[in-house]
């Protein structure tokens, strides 16, 4: 997640028994010895250069990832799964997870009855079995996984899925959600990995994607913050909603021809009230442009728009200006607080797209690190950031509703699981990335993991489910 600056006690909820047991077996003694090559993934990481934010967005540099020499204990088996036939000649038999119930609204967008949770995780080249089964025990119904279509696509319309196959396939056996967030264009259709210049293009990746993958990838988050120059090719303007607008178009048609029950997020943007063409467009300004675009266009070619809150140092109780955090700096805009995804829903209720949820893609806090740029993180303990992503949550849950009761936020992803892992066996596991997640280096669970589960089992249980 991207710091962008707008301007130059713990709740531990029980857990079950049993669940503890199986969690204390797999943060055991599996260490982290061989590295293996994974397509982009390969080097040590570099530090970025921070870049002025007001919220933690993602950033792209991920570890090098290695390969456990030990494998997790399985104490359950995973749920039996659903068998599909794809029409795609190159899919054959799909395996999928029983589909969760959706309500459609008019104009034939989808949302989620109930709140659900998902977490952000790497899934590639790693020990995924042990991260699906830590993410099963946390109560997390789903996992969003970036894709880089840079490495699959090394061509024009020639796909090598390679690693995909597997992460997709593991994740559905072990009965849990997907949502992959596309990511990172090859240089013969966008400029510096930017968003492609011909939405066909990238149409054409969903469509196969979706003809390969079936219900197995339940939802597509269409780029990643765009507002950002460096996701946008290294410059972006007022016209680039406009044309995110035409690329979403082109990928929900795509989508939805072969199969109308996959979701299809518009992009988060990036929490910042920066309007640099060299840096950022406000994630406001952003939304507003989009929503505008060509009389509203945008109304029938998204199900969900996805929301980065910040939150910086501040409580989710906090937001700017009517209750301004009480900690030194990063508390001056509504963009350092995780309240300020009420902003984008009252944007959205205002362009008459009040029936649409937000689910939130990416939502956490950083503990000590020492990555420049997120010494806010400094002022976040590991029990601190436990009772805020539990607050976070609760707030979600009962306060986010609309006039019918209805949640206006459906699903919540934590940022992130398992990237402490990665940083640690490179050597640096004071790394920011590291600092957000839910395990320790050694995979050993931190407060924020044991407080979610207990809370995620909570509010399941009040939902019946």
Same mark, same amino acid.
């Given at each position: ?10 709740? +531990? ?28 993934? =390969?080097?040590?990481?570099?530090? &970025? ?14 570890? =090098? ?12 088996? /995973? ?24 309500? !459609? ?45 840079? %490495?699959?696509? %090394? ?18 056996? /072990? ?11 090859? %240089? ?8 492609? !210049? ?8 969903? /469509? ?21 120059? $460096? ?11 406009? +044309? ?36 950022a467009l406000s994630d406001e300004r952003?939304?507003?442009? *989009? ?13 969900? &728009? ?48 009040? %029936? ?6 990416? $939502? ?27 607050k976070a949550v609760t707030r979600a849950?009962?306060? $986010?509703?609309?006039?019918?009761? !209805? ?9 992130? *699981? ?21 395990l320790n280096p050694d995979w050993s ?7 979610? &589960? ?10 019946? +489910?």
């Amino acid at each position: 997640m991207t710091p962008l600056r707008a301007h130059a006690s713990p709740v +531990r909820p029980a857990a079950g028994r049993r669940a503890f047991l199986r969690l204390a077996m797999l943060a055991g003694g599996a260490p982290l010895l061989a590295a293996c090559a994974a397509p982009a993934q =390969t080097t040590a990481p570099t530090l &970025q250069p921070a870049v002025p934010t007001g919220a933690p967005a993602a950033p792209d540099v991920l570890p =090098t990832v290695v390969v456990p020499t030990d494998a997790p204990v399985v104490t359950a088996a /995973a749920p039996a799964p659903t068998v599909l036939t794809s029409p795609s000649p190159t899919a054959g038999t799909t395996i999928a997870p029983t589909a969760a119930p959706f309500a !459609r609204v008019p104009g034939g967008a989808l949302r989620l009855p109930t709140l659900e949770f998902g977490v952000v995780a790497q899934l590639y080249y790693t020990d995924r079995s042990r991260v699906l089964q830590l993410a099963t025990i946390g109560g997390f119904d789903w996992v969003r996984q970036q894709v880089h279509w840079r %490495d699959i696509e %090394d061509r024009a319309g020639v796909y090598k899925w390679g690693e995909l196959d597997n992460v997709v396939n593991d994740t559905a056996a /072990a009965g849990v959600k997907l949502l992959v967030n596309i990511v990172r264009s090859p %240089d013969f259709y966008g400029t510096n990995s930017g968003k492609p !210049r011909d939405p066909k293009a990238m149409g054409n990746l969903v /469509a196969a994607m979706a003809d390969r993958y079936g219900s197995k990838i339940a939802a597509y988050e269409i780029w990643n913050e765009p507002n950002l120059a $460096y996701e946008n090719g290294g410059r972006v303007t007022a016209d680039d909603p406009g +044309r995110y607008v035409e690329i979403l178009a082109e990928c929900y048609r795509r989508i939805k021809a072969i199969d109308p029950q996959l979701f299809v997020l518009a992009a988060a943007p990036s929490s910042t009230g920066v309007n640099d063409p060299n840096v950022a467009l406000s994630d406001e300004r952003y939304l507003t442009l *989009m929503y505008e675009y060509n009389g509203g266009a945008i109304r029938e070619v998204f199900d969900i &728009q996805a929301v980065h809150p910040g939150g910086a140092a501040n409580s989710p109780d906090w937001l700017y200006p009517e209750q301004p955090g009480d900690r030194p700096g990063w508390n001056d805009h509504p963009t350092h607080y995780f309240r300020h995804v009420e902003n984008t829903r009252r944007l959205m209720v205002e362009a008459g797209l009040g %029936d649409r949820q937000i689910w939130i893609t990416e $939502y956490g806090w950083a503990t000590p690190n020492n990555t420049p740029g997120y010494e806010f993180g400094n002022l976040v303990s590991l029990e601190t950031q436990a009772e805020y992503v539990t607050k976070a949550v609760t707030r979600a849950y009962e306060a $986010y509703r609309d006039e019918q009761g !209805r949640p206006w936020v459906g699903n919540m992803f934590l940022w992130n *699981m398992n990237f402490a892992v990665l940083w640690g066996a490179q050597g640096n596991p004071d790394h920011e990335q590291a600092s957000f997640g839910l395990l320790n280096p050694d995979w050993s669970p931190r407060p924020s993991f044991l407080a979610l &589960q207990g809370l995620h089992a909570q509010i399941k249980s009040e939902q019946g +489910r």
